[in-house]
């Protein structure tokens, strides 16, 4: 079984320029989660979707993030315009149900905004 | 507000020696007590899970302890190994959100040789 899959592993873009991260989560997992790790700080939740659709968008920092999932596969999170405080390692999660199956996470995308 | 706090930021203890990684959390409304290890470079993986209707729980040299009355948790690592060396993070969440997660700050364990 393939893991959940991120793309770009890193991202370096300047101030006030755009960046879109992808997930693919494990097929055939409904539930698709998006974190985010600020330095040294707590890994925070961001956004879940449950198919297509957003369950809950409580964690999303601002309107300059927007977050997509069309088709309930793979996810995009857009970051525009990026500032510097957006810098950190966002990860992203899958799993099949709301109960008791554990999350998968990818191996994250590091940004860093300059 | 953080609800989950976890200590220490960082441990080194020798090979064989016994890690403890506290953890203490405010909503008692919290079910489900996830314990995740990430290597550099890597995701978060599930390494073990606790309820709140046992006080521990044991897979193999990991052990979770539980203490309803006084919201806490703690990880325990039996005759730790450099393997071992990570990053391992605390969580909480409440059973009816599932991957909702609120983690803890993360502890960088060192196992010397």
């Known amino acids: 079984e393939a893991g959940v899959t991120q793309f770009p592993s890193h991202s370096v873009i300047e101030k006030g320029q755009t960046v879109t991260l992808r997930c693919d989560p494990i097929?055939?997992?409904?539930?698709l989660y998006w974190y985010r790790r600020v330095m040294g700080k707590e890994i925070k939740f961001l956004l879940h979707?449950?198919?297509?659709?957003?369950?809950?968008e409580s964690g999303m920092p601002n309107n300059r993030f927007l977050a997509e999932r069309t088709g309930g596969t793979y996810s995009t999170l857009k970051v525009q315009p990026a500032e510097l405080e957006d810098s950190g390692v966002y990860f992203c999660?899958?799993?099949?149900?709301?109960?008791?199956?554990?999350?998968?996470f990818g191996n994250g995308t590091r940004l860093t905004v300059t | 507000q953080q609800q989950v706090k976890q200590s220490p930021q960082s441990l080194i203890v020798q090979k064989g020696g016994i890690s403890i990684i506290n953890c203490a959390y405010e909503?008692?409304?919290?079910?489900?007590f996830p314990w995740y290890q990430q290597f550099p470079g890597k995701g978060p993986a599930l390494l073990i899970a606790?309820?709140?209707?046992?006080s521990e729980k044991k897979e193999g040299r990991f052990t979770i302890s539980f203490n309803k009355s006084a919201k806490q948790f703690s990880l325990h690592i039996m005759d730790s190994q450099p393997g071992d060396s990570a990053t391992y993070f605390c969580?909480?969440?409440?059973?009816?959100?599932?991957?909702?997660?609120?983690f803890g700050q993360g502890t960088e364990l060192s196992v010397k040789p």
């Open positions: 999660a899958s799993s099949q149900d709301l109960r008791g199956s554990p999350l998968h």
């Open positions: 097929s055939g997992h409904d539930n």
């Open positions: 979707f449950v198919k297509e659709s957003k369950q809950d």
């Open positions: 909503n008692t409304a919290f079910d489900y």
């Open positions: 606790i309820r709140p209707d046992v």
């Open positions: 969580a909480a969440t409440k059973n009816n959100q599932g991957g909702k997660l609120i």
